[in-house]
C-alpha cells in the first residue's frame, strides 16, 4: 500500500522559512514524478513544484520560483521542500503527490497523494 505522509507545517511569519517533509513508502518509485501542490480555502489545488525521481529535473510554479526549492533523498524516500521568504499568499494546506504521466504541473496526473500539512504565514 503507497503511503505518502507530509510533515513539517506550522504557523510562521512573513519572511521566515519551512522545509516540509513528505515520507514515502509502500512502492518503487523510480519512475515517478514527486509533486508538491497546495490549496488555500475556496482556491482549486494549486501546482507548486515537482521533481523526478531519478535525475535532476525540477519544475516550479512561477509564484514561487527562486523562493522554494524541491529536493530529495532518495535513500531515506523522503520528497523536501525548502520555503524561504514566506508571504501571507503562500498560506495554503501543502500535499505530496506521485505520479508517472507529464505534465507534471497537473494534479490529475498524480496517482497517489499524501493527507496535507498545514502552512499558516502571518503578515
Known amino acids: 500500500q503507497v503511503q505518502l505522509v507530509e510533515s513539517g507545517g506550522g504557523l510562521v511569519q512573513a519572511g521566515a522559512s519551512v522545509r516540509l517533509s513528505c515520507a514515502a513508502s509502500?512502492?518503487?518509485?523510480?519512475?515517478?514524478?514527486m509533486g508538491w501542490f497546495r490549496q488555500a480555502p475556496g482556491n482549486e489545488r494549486e501546482f507548486v513544484a515537482a521533481?523526478?525521481?531519478?535525475?535532476?529535473?525540477?519544475y516550479y510554479a512561477d509564484s514561487v520560483k527562486g523562493r522554494f526549492t524541491i529536493s530529495r533523498d532518495n535513500a531515506k524516500n523522503t520528497l523536501y521542500l525548502q520555503m524561504n521568504s514566506l508571504q501571507p499568499e503562500d498560506t495554503a494546506v501543502y500535499y505530496c503527490?506521485?505520479?508517472?504521466?507529464?505534465?507534471?504541473?497537473?494534479?490529475?496526473?498524480?496517482?497517489?497523494w499524501g493527507q496535507g500539512t498545514q502552512v499558516t504565514v502571518s503578515s
Open positions: 503527490a506521485a505520479g508517472y504521466q507529464l505534465p507534471a504541473t497537473q494534479p490529475d496526473k498524480y496517482d497517489y
Open positions: 509502500g512502492r518503487t518509485f523510480s519512475q515517478y514524478f
Open positions: 521533481i523526478r525521481w531519478v535525475g535532476s529535473s525540477t
